[in-house]
Structure formats: C-alpha cells, structure tokens
C-alpha cells in the first residue's frame, strides 16, 4: 500500500543530506496525516516529523528540529523528509505512516497505515 523511496542513497557520509519519499498506492494520503518514524537497531521506533493534511501544520522531533523538513504533494500522493547535516545518530529504518490526527501519530501512536522501511545509514 505504501512504498518508501530514498533519493540520493542508502548510505551517506556524516554532514550529508538525505531525501525520502513515500507514495502510496491504493490510499489517498491527503485523508490522513502522516509521520516519518525511525528504528535504531535495538531501539524503539520513534517519531521523528509530523505533517497535517493540508501541510500547514508540522511537527519535529528534538532529534531532527532544525535540520529536517517533512513535506507532502497530495497531487501526487507522496510525502517526503529532509534530513540535512546528518549524523551517525540518524542511521536507522525509516518508516513512512498514516493517522486520523495529528495527536495519534506523535502522542498515541496510533497508526492506520505503515509504510514499508527503508535503511539509512550515517557513516561517521
């Protein structure tokens, strides 16, 4: 239903950038919020940006403030992530998701869709 896309590679260097793409199929992602979460190896899966249905509201993780930027294309049914000055702290699976509120991707976890990971890796 949902397939994530890196653009510009798996595996970048430490101060690099990144853009991930997720579209979907079979959905319509302007219905939903949507959220870009990531797992570390032996960690939980977190939040790391929010973006409500419109794009005008945006959330992001302390982690990522101030580097990232989540953005959508409803036209295209696609969402995206910027990750900017990465850092080997970022190197993790990166899901895209879908929720009825804003409040239920970042707070309660409580998602409708996933979409499948893709591995970003930080070399340091």
């Known amino acids: 239903m949902f397939s994530c896309r890196r653009l510009g590679g798996g595996l970048v260097q430490t101060g690099g950038s990144l853009r991930l793409s997720c579209a979907a199929s079979?959905?319509?992602?302007?219905?939903?919020?949507m959220g870009w979460f990531r797992q570390a190896p032996g960690k939980e899966r977190d939040i790391v940006a929010a973006?409500?249905?419109?794009?005008?509201?945006?959330y992001y993780a302390d982690s990522v403030k101030g580097r990232s930027t989540i953005s959508r294309d409803n036209a295209k049914n696609t969402v995206y992530l910027e990750i900017n000055t990465l850092e080997p702290g970022d190197t993790a699976v990166y899901f895209c998701?879908?929720?009825?509120?804003?409040?239920?991707?970042?707070?309660?976890?409580?998602?409708?869709?996933w979409g499948k990971g893709t591995q970003v890796t930080v070399s340091s």
């Open positions: 998701a879908a929720g009825e509120t804003l409040g239920a991707l970042v707070r309660d976890g409580k998602i409708d869709y």
């Open positions: 079979g959905l319509t992602l302007s219905s939903y919020y």
């Open positions: 973006i409500s249905w419109s794009g005008g509201s945006t």
